[in-house]
């Protein structure tokens, strides 16, 4: 009984380390979209719509050279931009390695001619080139996706959805749920917080499935109370207008043409493959 106490404690502990993880990956975020690097000098809508274009022709592909060109792209993206290569890594191979466990069966289920035996189980020539060109796919997209987050502040993502026509209600729901999701998770922080202060001895597995259960129903309230706090601080600057996330106006640049045409030469490459 006192090791799943001990247990409960644990995970509780690990739930708000990775919610300060969490907030301390925004933050490098931020950082790095305020840096002087080539990405970040790019007009938005020009990078938000070439590595759009990118992602689809990575979703495209079925050419492993073509998808390992675009991976390589994304690199030199990353370093030109001056991107902390540990939270590039560590998201891109995260991702990756997660949809490698999906994708691992394929290799002994796919038939085809057998390479090798691995426990008595016969791996195909069909199957090692279907798991190698869908986790390419999926590392290069990632890949760019964390370029693209790393280097572009949220607000600008939404400025610039705005500008390209995006319904009001889409980006306002964006810009909502980025601005409060962090103050829900420093509000939860702060509860758990509290409540491992409150613990001089340990509990027992009952007793902590019913803190547990307190403390949830008591954060969901508070969720709900500021909800409706946010709700009439809005109505009471103006109603229920729209967000105006803020963009700062800047002209089309020589950087932006050379982007745009790398890009589509990409794009043609990955066609003609």
């Known amino acids: 009984m006192t090791s799943d106490s001990n247990a409960m404690a644990g995970a509780v502990l690990h739930v708000s380390t990775d919610l300060a993880n969490v907030v301390r990956t925004a933050l490098v975020t931020e950082e790095t979209a305020a840096t002087d690097g080539f990405v970040q000098r ?37 370093v030109a931009s001056r991107v902390p290569l540990g939270p590039f890594l560590a998201r891109t191979l995260t991702l990756a390695a997660l949809s490698g466990v999906v994708v691992l069966p394929q290799l002994v289920l796919t038939p085809g001619t057998a390479l090798f035996t691995v426990g008595g189980v016969a791996v195909t020539e ?52 980025y601005r409060y999701l962090f103050l829900c998770f420093a509000e939860l922080h702060r509860a758990l917080l509290a409540r491992e202060s409150r613990q001089l001895r340990p509990r027992g597995f009952v007793a902590e499935w019913r803190e547990l259960g307190t403390l949830s129903g008591s954060f969901l309230l508070r969720t709900v109370e500021r909800g409706e706090r946010v709700e009439r601080a809005m109505r009471a600057r103006g109603g229920a207008r729209p967000a105006s996330p803020y963009r700062r106006p800047r002209p089309l640049g020589v950087r932006d043409g050379v982007f745009a045409t790398v890009v589509l030469g990409a794009l043609a490459l990955v066609v003609l493959a």
């Open 42 to 78: 790019l007009h938005p809508t020009v990078r938000l719509l070439g590595i759009t274009a990118l992602l689809v022709a990575a979703a495209l592909s079925s050419d492993l050279a073509a998808l390992a060109g675009l991976l390589g792209f994304a690199f030199v993206l990353a």
């Open 126 to 177: 069909s199957g090692l080139a279907y798991v190698a060109l869908f986790e390419t796919r999926v590392v290069a997209s990632v890949a760019l996706v964390t370029v693209l987050s790393l280097t572009t502040p949220f607000g600008t993502v939404v400025s610039t959805l705005r500008s390209l026509g995006a319904p009001t209600t889409l980006t306002t729901l964006l810009a909502l749920t």
